[in-house]
């Protein structure tokens, strides 16, 4: 494939599966040196991508969509939390090659994968999707928002009526619902084209999963022209969080928050329920000395829209 006038191919190399760092390193080992001109173009590919899905069981038995226990609640979370070290240690070899990092990272396939629903077609893969589902997809969004400077593009699998899809549609009533994780990237939507900030958390709790600890709480925020959104996600099943942000360099003129929860862990929207499980206002967010207090409900997503100057 080659390049047509002002239409400038993309290549993108068939990556890693999951932790397979060796690949990852034999890619890298395949471009032209990519150290010795910091201006020349990346070859003979531009990117290389990744895939890791979130699941609570095992590849024969992934768990169900609904119905799951607590325990399946934290271990699917601690899972979706790897992602960021896979990001990591990916992106460590990949430095190795690419100190200037010319050449993206592209998460090619990443998002839950539940057992099907019973009554329909296996090879269709169609799946519910409920809050924790949007949570999932909140904790990959601030991760990949961590790593911008390599993470170059994320794709979602799927987007309409298979794995985590935004929408569901329903044969029988025509109906077009919204999911949970739909809400989670249309609320994120004030980090497009953005430039994303450091964020620092202190004084996060944990809760130990399979012998490693989860943060309860994720967070990440970016800032363009007179505006910043912070986006903050709590994990916890039970307990609700405070937040301070600290917010330094600018004054803030302005907030609007919304929040993304139900009562329930497995709430997911349907054609009878069409907004279960959907962004609300959020009153919680108070003045601070350093900022702004926010709270978090458990099980909760909440993005704060700031106006700057």
């Given at each position: 494939?080659?390049?047509?006038?002002?239409?400038?191919?993309?290549?993108?190399?068939?990556?890693?599966?999951?932790?397979?760092?060796?690949?990852?390193?034999?890619?890298?080992?395949?471009?032209?040196?990519?150290?010795?001109?910091?201006?020349?173009?990346?070859?003979?590919?531009?990117?290389?991508?990744?895939?890791?899905?979130?699941?609570?069981?095992?590849?024969?038995?992934?768990?169900?969509?609904?119905?799951?226990?607590?325990?399946?609640?934290?271990?699917?979370?601690?899972?979706?939390?790897?992602?960021?070290?896979?990001?990591?240690?990916?992106?460590?070899?990949?430095?190795?090659?690419?100190?200037?990092?010319?050449?993206?990272?592209?998460?090619?396939?990443?998002?839950?994968?539940?057992?099907?629903?019973?009554?329909?077609?296996?090879?269709?893969?169609?799946?519910?999707?409920?809050?924790?589902?949007?949570?999932?997809?909140?904790?990959?969004?601030?991760?990949?928002?961590?790593?911008?400077?390599?993470?170059?593009?994320?794709n979602i699998a799927q987007t309409v009526n298979v794995l985590q899809a935004m929408i569901l549609t329903d044969p029988d009533t025509g109906a077009l619902v919204l999911t949970p994780t739909y809400h989670v990237f249309a609320m994120n939507a004030g980090h497009h084209d953005a430039a994303a900030l450091a964020v620092h958390l202190r004084g996060v709790q944990t809760r130990v999963v399979d012998g490693t600890e989860l943060p309860l709480v994720s967070a990440s925020a970016s800032v363009k022209d007179?505006?910043?959104?912070?986006?903050?996600?709590?994990?916890?099943?039970?307990?609700?969080?405070?937040?301070?942000?600290?917010?330094?360099?600018?004054?803030?003129?302005?907030?609007?928050?919304?929040?993304?929860?139900?009562?329930?862990?497995?709430?997911?929207?349907?054609?009878?329920?069409?907004?279960?499980?959907?962004?609300?206002?959020?009153?919680?967010?108070?003045?601070?000395?350093?900022?702004?207090?926010?709270?978090?409900?458990?099980?909760?997503?909440?993005?704060?829209?700031?106006?700057?100057?």
């Amino acid at each position: 494939s080659r390049n047509h006038g002002g239409n400038i191919l993309y290549r993108i190399a068939a990556g890693a599966d999951s932790g397979d760092l060796h690949w990852t390193e034999a890619l890298m080992r395949s471009f032209d040196d990519l150290a010795a001109d910091p201006a020349a173009p990346a070859g003979p590919f531009q990117a290389v991508s990744l895939h890791y899905y979130t699941m609570s069981g095992s590849w024969g038995d992934k768990g169900d969509a609904t119905g799951f226990s607590t325990d399946e609640w934290y271990t699917t979370m601690a899972r979706a939390h790897r992602m960021e070290e896979l990001l990591t240690r990916h992106s460590t070899v990949m430095d190795r090659y690419d100190p200037h990092r010319k050449v993206g990272l592209v998460v090619d396939e990443w998002g839950t994968w539940w057992n099907v629903e019973k009554g329909t077609n296996p090879g269709f893969l169609y799946q519910q999707n409920t809050l924790r589902d949007a949570l999932v997809a909140s904790t990959h969004l601030d991760a990949f928002h961590r790593h911008a400077e390599r993470v170059v593009m994320a794709n979602i699998a799927q987007t309409v009526n298979v794995l985590q899809a935004m929408i569901l549609t329903d044969p029988d009533t025509g109906a077009l619902v919204l999911t949970p994780t739909y809400h989670v990237f249309a609320m994120n939507a004030g980090h497009h084209d953005a430039a994303a900030l450091a964020v620092h958390l202190r004084g996060v709790q944990t809760r130990v999963v399979d012998g490693t600890e989860l943060p309860l709480v994720s967070a990440s925020a970016s800032v363009k022209d007179d505006a910043a959104l912070v986006s903050l996600s709590n994990l916890d099943t039970e307990n609700d969080r405070t937040v301070v942000l600290d917010l330094r360099g600018r004054d803030v003129v302005g907030h609007d928050a919304r929040v993304l929860t139900a009562s329930a862990l497995d709430a997911h929207n349907t054609p009878q329920q069409r907004d279960a499980v959907a962004p609300r206002p959020h009153v919680g967010v108070r003045p601070h000395a350093r900022g702004l207090e926010v709270d978090v409900p458990a099980h909760s997503y909440v993005t704060v829209s700031l106006g700057l100057r």
